[in-house]
């Protein structure tokens, strides 16, 4: 009788760890971060960059000084995280919204097109909610395999340009702005992003940013909407 009761137990407390499992999908990082915007305002001078890690990286109210720029990235995030979270962003109705997500989707195993229903989704629901909000749509950048880190990202490349020619063709049928970054971090010769710009083959260093910076300068300073 004692080892059923003790049985029944142990069931229920494996059960309740597997709920809280299923109720928390994303990292700790991302619930500290995410709560922490939460507390942060959000209005309609703001420019919020809205991302992963590579956007979590950047200090953009430096790079950008004196332009309300305000930074809304989490490392490790997702097309579902993210989404999650523009309950955050949306009331406030910002200025514009610089978009960069999937790379982690596909880590985690997501197909082109449930990587490519995300951030659609992701970019209705700011039309929908926040209609005011001009939105720019990043390209994913591209990775490189040589230095030996995050392999479950870097071997990705064939699906990142996918995804790319996806969003890029759903920006122009919806008259929206699609920013292609990748271009500008590849080598020459080949689809792999130039190692003077990475240290890991995915996240960006210093001179990464300065060139991010040159390519979206026009888009934080003017009204263009298209390129």
Same mark, same amino acid.
């Given at each position: 009788?004692?080892?059923?009761?003790?049985?029944?137990?142990l069931?229920?407390? @494996?059960l309740?760890?597997?709920?809280?499992?299923? &109720?928390?999908?994303?990292?700790?990082?991302?619930?500290?971060?995410?709560?922490?915007?939460?507390?942060?305002?959000v209005?309609?001078?703001?420019?919020?960059?809205?991302?992963?890690? #590579?956007?979590?990286?950047?200090?953009?109210? &430096?790079?950008?000084?004196?332009?309300?720029?305000?930074?809304?990235?989490?490392?490790?995030?997702?097309?579902?995280?993210?989404?999650?979270? =523009?309950?955050?962003? =949306?009331?406030?109705?910002? /200025?514009?919204?610089?978009? =960069?997500?999937?790379?982690?989707?596909?880590?985690?195993?997501?197909?082109?097109?449930?990587? @490519?229903?995300g951030? %659609?989704?992701?970019?209705?629901? @700011?039309?929908?909610?926040?209609?005011?909000?001009?939105?720019? %749509?990043?390209? #994913?950048?591209? @990775?490189?395999d040589?230095?030996?880190?995050?392999?479950?990202?870097?071997?990705?490349?064939?699906?990142?340009? &996918? #995804?790319? /020619?996806?969003? /890029?063709?759903?920006?122009?049928?919806?008259?929206? *702005?699609? %920013?292609? =970054?990748?271009?500008?971090?590849?080598?020459?010769?080949?689809?792999?992003?130039?190692?003077?710009?990475?240290?890991?083959?995915?996240?960006?260093?210093?001179?990464?940013?300065? %060139?991010?910076?040159?390519?979206?300068?026009?888009?934080?300073? *003017?009204?263009?909407?298209?390129?």
């Amino acid at each position: 009788m004692n080892l059923r009761l003790y049985a029944l137990n142990l069931l229920f407390v @494996v059960l309740a760890f597997a709920t809280v499992a299923q &109720e928390k999908p994303f990292s700790t990082f991302y619930y500290q971060r995410a709560s922490l915007f939460e507390k942060l305002p959000v209005d309609s001078t703001d420019i919020i960059f809205l991302g992963n890690s #590579i956007t979590n990286g950047a200090e953009w109210n &430096e790079l950008f000084p004196d332009k309300h720029v305000k930074n809304r990235g989490i490392s490790g995030d997702r097309t579902t995280g993210l989404y999650d979270r =523009l309950n955050a962003i =949306l009331p406030g109705q910002p /200025k514009k919204i610089f978009l =960069l997500i999937g790379i982690n989707d596909l880590q985690h195993g997501a197909s082109v097109d449930s990587v @490519v229903h995300g951030i %659609i989704r992701i970019a209705e629901r @700011v039309k929908t909610e926040s209609p005011n909000t001009t939105l720019f %749509i990043q390209s #994913i950048l591209p @990775v490189n395999d040589q230095f030996g880190k995050f392999p479950n990202h870097t071997n990705k490349g064939p699906e990142i340009i &996918e #995804i790319n /020619k996806h969003i /890029k063709r759903y920006c122009l049928e919806n008259k929206l *702005t699609f %920013i292609d =970054l990748y271009k500008y971090f590849k080598n020459k010769d080949d689809e792999k992003m130039n190692p003077e710009y990475t240290n890991d083959g995915l996240h960006l260093m210093g001179d990464g940013y300065l %060139i991010w910076i040159k390519v979206v300068q026009d888009y934080i300073e *003017t009204k263009k909407e298209r390129r």
